[in-house]
């Protein structure tokens, strides 16, 4: 049975309120290209419990108060415009080689149960049956950073396999946010930590290409209203929902 | 020296199979212009170096000029989806993709910049990518005897930066995000810039702190107000929507040449003004 | 988080033995209030990382505060001479003098920034300080086979730099020359950071494009209006001379002691003070 | 017989003429710390025959336009005010790196005939008589610039020795100006090329601790009263003395 909030709410909204959950206060965290629904998580959480988190990203404002987010980029000049200082992407990439970077928002194509992340190709990689865009900060990032966050709007066999076709990189993944479930990398390898409540969990093993254990995994929120009032403020245009 | 030349003059400096490096990050200040421009001279085994592309890289390609591309991302980001013409010719084995991690590149031009054959990197560790490609390695440290990964030196010959104001000598000014533009005209042999406006020596030294390149870095100076258009200028205009989606959709011969022709009277308008 | 705290509370943060990077150049904005206060809490055995230094690492050396300094250049310059103190000591044996270019110093603080152990230098050949020093070694390019000089990464655990202003956070401008402070800050592990002036975030947020050190960064703000004296602070004060040649000539300890007590009001009059 | 000129030129002023005459237009020239005589001729042929010469400093400013010398230092604001861009130090080093450096003035403590020059200590490396205050860019700059120019106040046998006590660098010395002379390195040996026409060539081979080939020495000229002019209206205060 369907409830009236689950007819109303888009999985985009679960996974940024999720998300936004898992940032705390006086972290610095980064996203990169493509970005648009950790961008709006960052936004949120900082409108919530974490004021003070230093919001970085590949234009080099920090802490910018965007008032227009761009519907095509996480790359603009939207969200380097209204900060306090400036310190652009080779300074975020020195600072988690540095150890320093708390929190990194990276994305793949490809996810196995060993913590192996494919960004690079589909088949060979020096004859690819499809080359992908590349894992822009992704192998380095995930190495370094305190907590590598992976979100990725698919969820079904070809993404989560059961072995990546190309290691971009590996391991250090802290967890993987999809519209149906949230992975947790722990003991070296991934095990299914939450499901969306608009999903079920056969639905979730069915889209995984690897066994998943289904002991003791929760249930996600709802947004509450507060929250939504506040997405909505951050986001009235719904850049959120473009990756879907 | 007044370096203001026009755009034709400005491109000739490219010769057949240099390593270009392009200013701007996916769909921002990319050097739009010039680009074009090397399409138009039919340019050839250009070897393309960005840390983030998107439609000036797709262009290029698109216009048969290019061997290589040294990248860590190349794409539309979300709205205009996949580089479709690079993804294409690399698939079909006849563009080389070199996939860097954004920073891999990064520390590459830093090594060209200051003249080392090579640069450390810590981060670069776990990954298929270095055995996969020959520009990476692992040495020894010598104080410590623990491995490092090292990544190539690229030293671009010509560096293509599109900027927001800049006097007759090359010194430039950059609003908003500075991207990799200036680490790219230090790593480059030289640099040909583009303006959305040229202004005086004497304006330039009342901003002088917001000069990030100096001007005796500087090979060429174009004119080209609006010359990272259809992509975004931060400050000054938005990208242009429609001739994104007609450029990627209208995907035949015709479709390349009108998109070209459509922007050659804006990329050489100033040609035939007085330049100040 | 407000980081502004008193000026002890601020030293006490760095202990014996630490490696201590020193912002400024020469006589220019060297954090000269941090460095008396590091006197007065007699601190030992601490590594000095400097470029060009002066009176600041004179000081520290006069306050038997100092085990060794990594530098390229320590003088007053022409007009005050060799600084005396440290040349005494390093000639005693009692600090350590590790000899570097000034660029070789900027190299191993990239390095550290970078966090590899070792940054390849270009210039550094056809010198003896290669085999006389410990931090330099020659090792192979793997691409090419060739030779290469690398120095050894320096990671201090503190910085000392003093700013034109700065708020609560942290988030830092310098007017003027910037010279290695923004290298030191983003090497070094903490950053305490002294300020000519507080002002409000908002406020910062006006001037974000001059913001070079990012408030994330800082662990300590010490309100010290002319915390740099009696070196200068440029655009807002010049060196005190009749300073400079007292702490020069009135070399036995009573010429010490009146010099740090000298300074003791002025280097803590805002700690009771409502500092913003 | 000393003509009314030599009674009333500094060594100083003939010294600037000579570098300054040295430089030519669209060069890009960098003097560093405690550089001030450097520094006035400059500024000197800046105003002369080379008004597009590119002027680093340490500060940073690049062909700054100084209004009033400071009498202490050549690494202050003065010298960075009312420039064309900001390039500062560690990047005029790599530009030297990258072969792009046209003129650095550097100076040194012993010279000798083979080009060595030493900025580092008199004696035993590791045990000093005298330590000094450190070649500041020597080391990485004489092997990387195009011209390297040196200058030195002080021009007797302790300066110019058989054998330096230490290479702090060697090789690619362009010239090394002196009060009484200057000297050209020329297929791996200094070379005396011209003597002040305040000295006589037998004072130089006495100042010299190396052997001179006394041939082919020419005369350098005394400053123009056009040249003197410049030079004090660019440093009024004559901090181009304080080195003497």
């Not at chain 2, 406006?197 to 100076?221: C, E, T, W, Y």
Request: glycine share 6%; net charge positive.
């Amino acid at each position: 049975m369907m409830t009236q909030e689950a007819k109303n709410v888009h999985p985009a909204d679960i996974m940024i309120v999720t998300i936004a959950k898992l940032l705390h206060d006086n972290e610095t965290v980064f996203h990169g290209v493509s970005s648009q629904l950790p961008m709006v998580a960052i936004l949120l959480a900082k409108k919530m419990h974490a004021k003070n988190l230093n919001y970085l990203n590949i234009p080099g404002g920090v802490d910018s108060n965007p008032r227009n987010l761009l519907s095509y980029s996480s790359a603009g000049e939207d969200i380097y415009n209204n900060g306090c200082a400036v310190f652009p992407l080779q300074e975020i990439f020195d600072l988690s080689m540095r150890g320093k970077l708390d929190v990194a928002f990276l994305s793949g194509v490809q996810f196995d149960k060993s913590g192996n992340v494919n960004a690079s190709v589909i088949g060979d990689y020096h004859n690819p049956k499809i080359r992908l865009p590349g894992g822009a900060g992704s192998a380095v990032l995930i190495p370094t950073v305190k907590r590598a966050l992976i979100w990725r709007t698919k969820h079904d066999a070809r993404t989560f396999v059961d072995r990546v076709d190309f290691i971009t990189t590996r391991g250090n993944v802290d967890r993987i946010i999809t519209p149906l479930a949230v992975f947790k990398y722990k003991d070296n390898e991934l095990k299914l930590e939450a499901i969306s409540p608009l999903t079920t969990i056969d639905e979730v093993v069915k889209n995984t290409g690897f066994t998943v254990n289904t002991q003791g995994v929760r249930v996600l929120d709802y947004p509450t209203k507060e929250e939504m009032l506040l997405i909505k403020k951050i986001d009235p245009k719904g850049v959120r929902y473009k990756e879907f | 020296m007044n370096k203001v030349v026009n755009i034709s003059d400005a491109i000739s400096i490219i010769k057949d199979g240099d390593t270009v490096a392009l200013g701007g990050n996916t769909l921002h200040r990319a050097p739009m212009a010039l680009a074009r421009e090397i399409v138009r001279q039919r340019k050839k085994k250009l070897n393309i170096i960005k840390t983030a592309g998107a439609h000036e890289v797709d262009l290029l390609v698109r216009g048969d000029c290019v061997e290589s591309v040294t990248a860590g991302f190349i794409s539309y980001e979300t709205e205009f989806g996949l580089a479709m013409y690079y993804r294409k010719a690399v698939e079909a084995g006849k563009v080389k993709a070199n996939e860097h991690a954004c920073y891999t590149v990064m520390c590459a031009l830093n090594a060209g910049k200051i003249n080392v054959p090579f640069m450390p990197v810590y981060g670069l560790k776990n990954s298929d990518l270095i055995n996969a490609n020959d520009y990476f390695r692992v040495i020894t440290d010598p104080f410590t005897g623990d491995s490092i990964t090292v990544v190539k030196a690229i030293k671009p010959d010509v560096a293509l930066i599109h900027v927001s104001e800049c006097d007759e000598h090359g010194n430039a000014i950059i609003d908003g995000p500075v991207y990799d533009d200036v680490l790219m005209s230090r790593a480059s042999n030289k640099i040909i810039i583009s303006t959305e406006k040229i202004i005086s020596p004497s304006q330039i030294r009342l901003k002088q702190d917001r000069v990030v390149i100096p001007g005796f870095l500087v090979h060429a100076v174009v004119n080209i107000p609006r010359g990272a258009a259809p992509c975004s200028q931060p400050g000054k205009y938005d990208i242009n929507k429609k001739v994104l989606s007609d450029f990627i959709n209208n995907k035949d011969n015709d479709g390349l040449m009108k998109y070209l022709s459509d922007y050659e009277y804006a990329d050489k308008k100033m040609e035939r003004k007085n330049v100040l």
